[in-house]
């Protein structure tokens, strides 16, 4: 029960916190540093919320779909907090970040919380290091997608003044890529760190089953976007374009195929 109250009351806090980007974007105002103090108050009650789970249930949160979705509700706010407060010029595009968040949370209040069943394969230190590697990428991207969804946002009539405060299209796109870089370093270590946990567990670093075969494709989307931007030059709506697409494979790869695969890395167990 304390660990619901904690998770409600962080997204409530996340929630208001986005609602006030949001409406300062509309309103062509600078978001201010009270959302950033808000996100911070809501990470805080999360973490709490993941700690109490932990220790009620005995292990972290990546069995289930709910506690999945409510790790990386808070390790995708840590990344837009951290953007955030170093980058106040693209503070704008949390109006783009935190509606993709407003979804996952509205997912996460629909999932049911019940306990999951620990495997033993996933007594391994090699499980935090591939969850951990697993989260930074997905956060890295997910800034990159903000960040491009405002590019071509700002392209449309209603939208267009309202994201004027941002950079320059090409300084923005990138600022993406850079990020995408980022996450490409991330996503590589995290299959890295995955074939050895599957050697320690299974006893093969690599069987191509339905979520190892698509987190390599993410992987694949990924170095294609980063190869399109550094040899075909293309233009910062073509580069958002291609962001917009790797997000919607990481996403699949993140929180599709882990629950309806049955295989090994089945995450629902």
């Not at 996100?39 to 005995?58: N, P, Q, T, Y």
């Not at 850079?178 to 995290?190: D, K, Q, V």
Request: aromatic share 14%; proline share 4%.
């Amino acid at each position: 029960m304390n660990e619901l109250i904690a998770l409600w009351g962080a997204l409530l806090v996340y929630v208001i916190a986005g609602s006030i980007a949001i409406i300062t974007v509309v309103l062509k105002r600078p978001p201010g540093r009270p959302v950033l103090t808000l996100i911070v108050f809501g990470l805080i009650l999360h973490a709490l919320s993941i700690a109490l789970r932990w220790e009620c249930v005995g292990h972290g949160p990546f069995i289930t779909l709910y506690e999945i979705l409510s790790s990386n509700v808070w390790s995708m706010m840590v990344a837009f907090a951290i953007v955030y407060w170093r980058l106040p010029s693209i503070r704008p595009s949390a109006a783009v970040v935190m509606l993709i968040l407003f979804i996952v949370m509205g997912w996460l209040l629909m999932t049911d919380p019940g306990e999951g069943h620990l495997p033993a394969t996933y007594h391994t230190v090699w499980l935090y290091i591939h969850i951990g590697f697993g989260k930074v990428f997905f956060g890295a991207v997910l800034i990159a997608t903000g960040i491009s969804g405002a590019i071509l946002m700002r392209r449309t009539a209603f939208a267009g003044s309202r994201f004027e405060r941002l950079p320059a299209d090409n300084h923005l796109s990138e600022l993406a890529f850079r990020c995408m870089a980022i996450g490409f370093i991330f996503e590589s270590l995290m299959l890295i760190a995955g074939a050895i946990w599957a050697q320690d567990a299974w006893g093969r670093y690599w069987a191509w089953d339905p979520l190892e075969t698509w987190a390599f494709l993410t992987w694949l989307v990924l170095a294609f976007s980063l190869h399109a931007r550094f040899t075909l030059k293309l233009s910062a709506r073509a580069g958002a374009v291609l962001v917009l697409a790797v997000f919607v494979v990481a996403f699949l790869t993140f929180f599709g195929v882990p629950f309806i695969s049955t295989a090994a890395h089945q995450g629902a167990v």
